[in-house]
């Protein structure tokens, strides 16, 4: 059973900069590939990006491309998002999730999952 807490979420303006991280508890953190999804109010989770167990491999989601960063260390067992240029379209409550195999976008293919930390941008 792998464990991840988020952290780093908050309100921030429209322009402005976060990075979430996500630790998990498993001491084989590098056997999991991760990713961050989203979810607002009313709508679907959504992809943002995954990185897979070296960190050699990422994607991400059209709408993030070039402002949102996926990256990991293993060392620290710790996956991160860092977010800039941050809209108010990018209002949600963040998740990461883990699984061995390298899943992709599709958020069903993902075991194990966080308890989300909220992002707010203001416009």
């Known amino acids: 059973q792998v464990q991840l807490v988020e952290s780093g979420g908050g309100l921030v303006q429209a322009g402005g900069s976060l990075r979430l991280s996500c630790a998990a508890s498993?001491?084989?953190?590098?056997?999991?590939?991760m990713g961050w999804f989203r979810q607002a109010p009313g709508k679907e989770r959504e992809f943002v990006a995954t990185?897979?167990?070296?960190?050699?491999?990422?994607y991400s989601a059209d709408s993030v491309e070039g402002r949102f960063t996926i990256s990991r260390d293993n060392a620290k067992n710790t996956v991160y998002l860092q977010m800039n240029s941050l809209k108010p379209e990018d209002t949600a409550v963040y998740y990461c999730?883990?699984?061995?195999?390298?899943?992709?976008?599709?958020?069903?293919?993902?075991?194990?999952w966080g308890q989300g930390t909220q992002v707010t941008v203001s416009s």
């Open positions: 999730a883990a699984d061995r195999h390298y899943s992709g976008s599709n958020w069903r293919n993902y075991r194990y």
């Open positions: 498993e001491r084989t953190f590098s056997n999991y590939a």
């Open positions: 990185i897979s167990w070296s960190g050699g491999s990422t």
